[in-house]
Nanobody, 121 residues
């Protein structure tokens, strides 16, 4: 089970940290990722990491505006969004999978959270 938190309505220029806590995943390591789905658009991968090695992947242009990180217990993946802008308004989803070939593709993942809404004005 993946549970996202941290979304909300924020003003442009601020920052926000989204968190995704995993429970019930039985393997030691997973790929975990954050996806963004703006109204009327497809779900797009923002960033991903492997909980075992800490390797990260970012969508082109995303690094610097988004930062993905893993907590010490390796059960919570955070997404920090810097310098928020209206274009960041979207539903943000967390995803996990035991193994992926393409870390930023939504069809790589079989576990999904319910999403958390971010609205920037």
């Amino acid at each position: 089970q993946l549970v996202e938190s941290g979304g909300g309505s924020v003003q442009a220029g601020g920052s926000l940290r989204l968190s995704c806590t995993a429970s019930g995943l039985t393997d030691d390591t997973y790929y975990m990722a954050w996806f963004q789905q703006a109204p009327g658009k497809q779900r797009e991968g923002i960033a991903a990491l492997n909980t075992g090695g800490g390797v990260t992947w970012y969508r082109d242009g995303a690094k610097g505006h988004f930062t993905i990180s893993l907590n010490n217990a390796k059960n919570t993946v955070n997404l920090q969004i810097h310098s928020l802008e209206p274009a960041d308004t979207a539903m943000y989803y967390c995803a996990a999978a035991r193994w992926v070939h393409f870390p930023l593709r939504s069809d790589s993942y079989n576990y999904w959270g319910q999403g958390t809404q971010v609205t920037v004005s």
